[in-house]
């Protein structure tokens, strides 16, 4: 009767299955952290929209402040739902006035509230 090979060590195969997936998870986190820091796929410099800035007015509300060339638009988002609530010159965003943030976030407050 012919010999028989011995069979593969169980314990060599399963530390080279783990260690390969142990590579390629660790590519595909290397890749994602390449992507968040370098903002690939994202606005960059050249970008006709850049988002300013973005605040939670809610559980699910956000007002958002786009740039669009030299305006900017002053957004509230919700789900399913962009509405535009100001727009103003790129340049004249630098104001001293206390009362506007009450008076804007009673506007906003008022346009989520309507009802669809």
Do not use: Y
């Not at 660790?26 to 929209?49: D, E, N, T």
């Amino acid at each position: 009767m012919p010999a028989l090979a011995a069979p593969p060590e169980t314990g060599h195969l399963l530390l080279q299955t783990l260690l390969s997936l142990g590579l390629v998870v660790a590519l595909l986190l290397g890749s994602l952290w390449l992507l968040r820091r370098f903002r690939i796929g994202q606005s960059g410099p050249g970008s006709l929209l850049k988002v300013v800035a973005s605040t939670a007015v809610g559980p699910r509300e956000n007002v958002v402040v786009v740039e669009l060339g030299e305006e900017w638009l002053v957004l509230g988002v919700a789900p399913g739902q962009v509405r535009l609530l100001h727009t103003c010159p790129r340049a004249s965003v630098a104001s001293t006035d206390t009362t506007a943030p009450a008076a804007f976030a009673a506007r906003l407050l008022e346009s989520l509230r309507r009802p669809r």
